[in-house]
């Protein structure tokens, strides 16, 4: 069993990572479903939360169905951090956690994400910000360093253990790589191997299959693993790695009533939840991953991603039940 606080997760948990228009409460009650652990909001602007900003707002919403589950904030300012920390309070999650990784540009420049792997201080300032906030257990998401050049998480999970995170999270890529290139876990390892950090510590990159999920489990030691991308209009991602872990055994691929069940899921609860307009036009992102690799699907794919009626949208799903009642995937 791994702890974080008081929350209880089981002996190598999968985590559903935080990722900006995807890890809503829609997809992640889909991730859920289908065998996440441990859930993160999408990551909220402490300066959007303290100006009431509609957008950063809803992102707070959570659901009693999905817990247990942190809510992730960034910025570069001390006192919005803890003001945004004392607002996350309210509505109850599990977890806080600080967004320390995220490598885009518009993010970095104003001395948030992945930007303040360069001042490891200022880090630590805002991580105590944080603490000081909130009464809930603070984690902390973060990458190998700012470049090659300077890969200084060692000192990172050292310091930010000492001003009591609970649990790390390590994308194992630096700010200059984005998400290209190879991920190098050894440096993960190597601090989940550091006598001083006693914290949970869990891996991030390229973890897109149950072959892979099992290999890096054995071979890097860690508490457990967070998934991004890989479970993207595939939630069935955790249970298959899950399953592989049991029994060695690979399951056997979502059928095309598993994938028009998830999506139509999904369309019903995006709508629930941003309203009927805006449920239908951000569900559109996801149907191309929901059936990739189905043949001859292009002509519903275009039907899926230009209809506006919620009534019509069903019908296409059903025409699709019709017309690949038959289809076998492999």
Same mark, same amino acid.
């Given at each position: &069993?791994?702890?974080?606080? #008081?929350?209880?997760?089981?002996?190598?948990?999968?985590?559903?990572?935080?990722?900006?228009?995807?890890? +809503?409460?829609? !997809?992640?009650?889909?991730?859920? $479903?289908?065998?996440?652990?441990?859930?993160?909001?999408? !990551?909220?602007? %402490?300066?959007?939360?303290?100006?009431?900003?509609?957008?950063?707002?809803?992102?707070?919403?959570?659901?009693? =169905?999905?817990?247990?589950?942190?809510? $992730?904030?960034?910025?570069?300012?001390?006192?919005? &951090?803890?003001?945004?920390?004392?607002?996350?309070?309210?509505?109850?999650?599990?977890?806080?956690?600080? #967004?320390?990784?995220?490598?885009?540009?518009?993010?970095?420049?104003?001395?948030?994400?992945?930007?303040?792997?360069?001042?490891?201080?200022?880090?630590?300032?805002?991580?105590?910000?944080?603490?000081?906030?909130?009464?809930?257990?603070?984690?902390?998401?973060?990458?190998?360093?700012?470049?090659?050049?300077?890969?200084?998480?060692?000192?990172?999970?050292?310091?930010? $253990?000492?001003?009591?995170?609970?649990?790390?999270? @390590?994308?194992?890529?630096?700010?200059?790589?984005?998400?290209?290139? *190879?991920?190098?876990?050894?440096?993960?390892?190597?601090?989940?191997?550091?006598?001083?950090?006693?914290?949970?510590?869990?891996? #991030?990159?390229?973890?897109? %299959?149950?072959?892979?999920?099992?290999?890096?489990?054995?071979?890097?030691?860690?508490?457990?693993? &967070?998934?991004?991308?890989?479970?993207?209009?595939?939630?069935? @991602?955790?249970?298959?790695?899950?399953? =592989? !872990?049991?029994?060695?055994?690979?399951?056997?691929?979502?059928?095309?009533?598993?994938?028009?069940?998830?999506?139509?899921? *999904?369309?019903?609860?995006?709508?629930?939840?941003?309203?009927?307009?805006?449920?239908?036009?951000?569900?559109?992102?996801?149907?191309?991953?929901?059936?990739?690799?189905?043949?001859?699907?292009?002509?519903?794919?275009? $039907?899926?991603?230009?209809? +506006?009626?919620?009534?019509?949208?069903?019908?296409?799903? +059903?025409?699709?039940?019709?017309?690949?009642?038959?289809?076998?995937?492999?």
């Amino acid at each position: &069993m791994v702890k974080i606080g #008081n929350i209880e997760l089981p002996e190598f948990p999968l985590l559903l990572a935080p990722m900006e228009d995807v890890s +809503d409460p829609p !997809f992640r009650r889909l991730c859920k $479903q289908h065998g996440a652990d441990l859930m993160y909001s999408e !990551f909220i602007s %402490s300066e959007g939360l303290i100006r009431d900003a509609m957008k950063s707002k809803k992102k707070l919403d959570i659901f009693d =169905y999905e817990r247990p589950v942190g809510i $992730q904030i960034f910025g570069g300012d001390e006192e919005a &951090m803890e003001m945004s920390a004392k607002i996350v309070d309210t509505v109850q999650p599990d977890l806080v956690d600080i #967004n320390f990784g995220c490598p885009v540009k518009k993010v970095v420049c104003k001395g948030a994400g992945a930007g303040v792997l360069k001042d490891v201080d200022l880090m630590v300032r805002l991580t105590k910000a944080v603490i000081k906030g909130t009464n809930l257990p603070v984690t902390v998401k973060t990458r190998l360093g700012w470049d090659h050049d300077s890969i200084n998480i060692d000192e990172v999970a050292e310091r930010l $253990q000492d001003v009591g995170v609970q649990a790390l999270t @390590i994308h194992a890529r630096t700010r200059a790589q984005m998400y290209k290139g *190879h991920s190098d876990w050894s440096h993960i390892q190597r601090v989940k191997e550091n006598p001083r950090i006693t914290m949970p510590i869990f891996g #991030n990159g390229d973890i897109d %299959s149950p072959e892979k999920a099992l290999e890096y489990k054995n071979k890097y030691g860690l508490d457990g693993m &967070m998934i991004g991308r890989a479970a993207i209009g595939y939630p069935w @991602i955790f249970d298959e790695i899950k399953h =592989y !872990f049991k029994t060695g055994e690979l399951l056997p691929p979502p059928d095309m009533e598993a994938r028009i069940q998830a999506a139509q899921n *999904h369309l019903t609860w995006a709508m629930e939840w941003k309203g009927e307009r805006v449920g239908i036009v951000e569900m559109r992102r996801h149907y191309t991953n929901y059936f990739k690799g189905i043949h001859n699907f292009k002509e519903y794919r275009q $039907q899926l991603v230009t209809n +506006d009626s919620a009534d019509e949208l069903f019908k296409i799903f +059903d025409e699709i039940r019709d017309a690949f009642s038959d289809y076998q995937i492999v």
